[in-house]
């Protein structure tokens, strides 16, 4: 399958550059009959829109989807569901000075050695622009999840060494940052700006916490929940790490502290903690479905910085243009959209899982 695709009963197929005509997406597989309108993707891409804040690219984007297919009458098909996003605000000549250095902590190099051509305007493909297509596509798969009682709580949980205390699902939409934790997006922003004023730039970590999930949802072996999270939370750029549940700190736990022990209540099996992240065996098991994402420092700085030509000569870059200080605050919804890819994808698949859900479906009762 071509690197651009993502899902196999739904997928998702990325495409467009950074600063070419537009980018965009195409979903296949969308169940008919979710009502969509533009306005509901425009939502999450207004989320991850530049120029909203200090600590984003001051690039002047409208991002305005244009729904191009699959959409009848504010329901959708069953047919390939296609949007696009026009770019309207490239400063192509601001990476005249890149076309043949590679830029430190960038796919320059990589990509020239992939395919013996690259496009250094933005990083072409492997700009962050991409994420366009997917939060189009995530957008659509969350109007289905919530519909089904599934919603996600996605957020920035530290900045560098800043990280949250408290957790106030009101706060994330009152801060640049979407942090739950007032004190600490007020200590994260003083630090932002400090590495601006250094010319330098800081990494984070996001959460999300999806509730409402239902047991038994993710593929065993190789298409396990937990597992297609983590590859499509690293295909995002500048992630770095991923953590399902307690993540690293389970390492240090003895197995009496790490199981989740299970009790009825109401007739329900539920767990009295949640050291998992909502996932056993690769499949969910009812509670709350957790990771985190860690992402690094954006790569693009204004300091000098020691590189190499494509010709082999060893020469020094200072970086100019528009660049985010910090990638973390835009990449919340591309966090939370790329879980809902997942999740829709896997209940696609999983209603075949059982001959009762085909009989519902297939066999008439007289």
């Known amino acids: 399958m071509a690197g651009s695709v993502f899902g ?110 690259r496009d250094h305007r933005g990083g072409g493909r492997s700009s962050g622009r991409e994420t366009i297509g997917r939060v189009s596509a995530g957008a ?95 295909s995002i750029g500048a992630a770095k790490g991923f953590e399902m549940g307690d993540g690293f700190l389970a390492s240090r736990l003895k197995g009496s502290e790490n199981n989740d022990s299970f009790r009825m209540e109401n007739e329900n099996v539920v767990k009295t903690t949640n050291h998992s992240g909502g996932v056993l065996g690769g499949i969910s098991d009812g509670s709350e479905v957790c990771f985190k994402v860690a992402f690094k420092p954006t790569p693009s700085i204004s300091k000098p910085q020691e590189t190499v030509t494509d010709a082999g000569e060893d020469t020094t870059i200072t970086i100019a243009g528009r660049h985010d200080p910090i990638i973390v605050p835009r990449a919340v919804v591309v966090v939370e959209s790329m879980a809902g890819i997942v999740l829709l994808d896997l209940m696609c698949r999983g209603a075949g899982s059982r001959l009762e859900n085909l009989e519902k479906i297939y066999v008439s009762v007289d």
């Open 8 to 117: 196999t009963n739904l997928t998702i197929s990325t495409w467009g550059e950074s600063h070419g005509a537009g980018v965009g997406v195409v979903i296949d597989g969308v169940p008919a009959g979710i009502p969509l309108l533009s306005e509901d993707i425009q939502k999450f891409l207004d989320r991850r829109r530049p120029g909203q804040s200090a600590f984003t690219t001051p690039r002047k984007e409208s991002d305005m989807v244009e729904i191009l297919s699959g959409v009848y009458e504010g329901l959708t098909t069953g047919c390939p569901v296609s949007m696009m996003i026009r770019n309207a605000d490239q400063h192509s000549k601001d990476y005249g000075a890149l076309e043949h250095v590679y830029r430190p902590g960038h796919a320059d190099y990589t990509y020239a050695m992939k395919y013996g051509i």
């Open 140 to 234: 659509l798969c969350w109007k289905a999840l919530n519909y089904m009682g599934i919603f996600a709580q996605t957020f920035t949980r530290s900045v560098a060494d800043v990280e949250i205390s408290e957790f106030k699902p009101d706060e994330i939409s009152r801060n640049p940052l979407y942090m739950p934790d007032q004190k600490a997006a007020e200590k994260a922003s003083k630090l932002i700006k400090e590495a601006m004023k250094e010319g330098d730039s800081l990494g984070g970590v996001v959460e999300c916490r999806i509730s409402g999930v239902p047991a038994g949802i993710g593929e065993p072996a190789f298409q396990k929940l937990d597992a297609l999270l983590a590859q499509a939370m690293l």
